[in-house]
């Protein structure tokens, strides 16, 4: 099973710009698809943005489309979300998830195994 930790979030101003990391260790995710996902308080958990074993493909959800960019690096088992333009409407905490055996992208939560536990990102007005 792999290990995931998130890392980046913080309090920033409408606006702004923040890039989260999702450093993966215990296996190798070279190739699984991954993905992020955000959940607000008294919200269900929203798919973000999901990456492919090979970073050539990509897939977001459309109220971040053109706003945030999902890569990864798999020499450093590492995957990011980069988000410009954030919105209060962002303010949530952030995962990563990886499909572990597939590497096809997905936005279930279901087909991911692995989760980390989250980082949290504010947004204020």
């Known amino acids: 099973q792999v290990q995931l930790v998130e890392s980046g979030g913080e309090l920033v101003q409408a606006g702004g710009s923040l890039r989260l990391s999702c450093a993966a260790s215990?296996?190798?995710?070279?190739?699984?698809?991954m993905g992020w996902f955000r959940q607000a308080p008294g919200k269900e958990r929203e798919f973000v943005a999901a990456i492919n074993w090979s970073g050539r493909t990509t897939y977001y959800t459309d109220s971040v489309k053109g706003r945030f960019t999902i890569s990864r690096d798999n020499a450093k088992n590492t995957v990011y979300l980069q988000m410009n333009s954030l919105k209060p409407e962002d303010t949530a905490v952030y995962y990563c998830a990886s499909r572990t055996i597939y590497s096809s992208i997905s936005s279930s939560p279901g087909d991911f195994g692995s989760w980390g536990q989250g980082t949290q990102v504010t947004v204020s007005s």
């Open positions: 215990g296996r190798t995710i070279s190739t699984y698809a």
